[in-house]
């Protein structure tokens, strides 16, 4: 396990003044089905009544997408995986784009979240973020963006972040706040 050196705080504390958002935190706010739905939009609630600026990332909303498409192709074709009923029609997500297409325009439409991109050497720093918190692709191209923009809170249940030195997690996933609780 990584060490731990970013500081984690719960969905209660105090707000910073800029946070990102990762796919982890949009995908359980977004779905009432997801096992930490409640939290997240207790907190998305509470970021969008403060002065908070949120930024989601083009890279962050490709991955909800894709999440919650294998979500629903799941939970409506049980029997089967994601692949096969894709690779079999692809015209199966249809159904699904109204609801991603709703919930993102929604994302555009509040005034305090701003949707962001990457940059020409946003790869090249994710590299750097690979090789100096030994994070996963996606994970380095997301502090990446963080970094690029000067955001330092992301919101989060991604235990992976909590090696990145100088940044704040918010998050409701239990195992990360044990993580961060003194011994």
Same mark, same amino acid.
């Not at 939009?41 to 949120?54: D, I, M, N, W």
């Not at 799941?74 to 089967?80: A, G, I, K, M």
């Not at 590299?127 to 030994?134: D, K």
């Given at each position: 396990m990584n060490k731990l050196t970013a500081t984690i705080l719960d969905f209660a504390a105090p707000l910073p003044s800029l946070i990102y958002w990762d796919a982890s935190f949009i995908v359980n706010f977004s779905h009432a089905a997801s096992p930490f739905h409640? &939290?997240?939009?207790?907190? &998305?609630?509470?970021?969008? =009544? +403060?002065? =908070? !600026? +949120?930024? !989601? +990332? &083009? @890279?962050? @909303?490709?991955?909800?997408?894709?999440?919650? @498409?294998?979500?629903?192709?799941?939970?409506?074709?049980?029997?089967?995986?994601?692949? /096969?009923?894709? &690779? +079999?029609d692809s015209k199966v997500i249809a159904p699904y784009l109204y609801e991603l297409e709703s919930f993102t325009q929604e994302l555009y439409d509040d005034p305090q979240i701003r949707i962001i991109g990457t940059r020409r050497n946003s790869p090249l720093e994710a590299?750097?973020?690979? /090789?100096?918190?030994?994070l996963l692709p996606r994970d380095a191209m997301h502090l990446a963006i963080m970094r690029q923009h000067q955001i330092p809170a992301i919101a989060t249940l991604d235990a992976d972040f909590q090696s990145v030195e100088g940044i704040t997690i918010f998050t409701c996933n239990p195992n990360l706040l044990n993580a961060s609780s003194p011994a």
């Open positions: 409640l &939290a997240c939009s207790f907190f &998305a609630q509470r970021l969008k =009544t +403060s002065s =908070t !600026v +949120s930024f !989601v +990332s &083009a @890279l962050a @909303l490709d991955e909800t997408w894709f999440t919650l @498409l294998q979500i629903f192709i799941q939970r409506d074709y049980p029997s089967r995986k994601f692949w /096969r009923v894709y &690779a +079999s590299l750097q973020n690979m /090789r100096q918190f030994h």
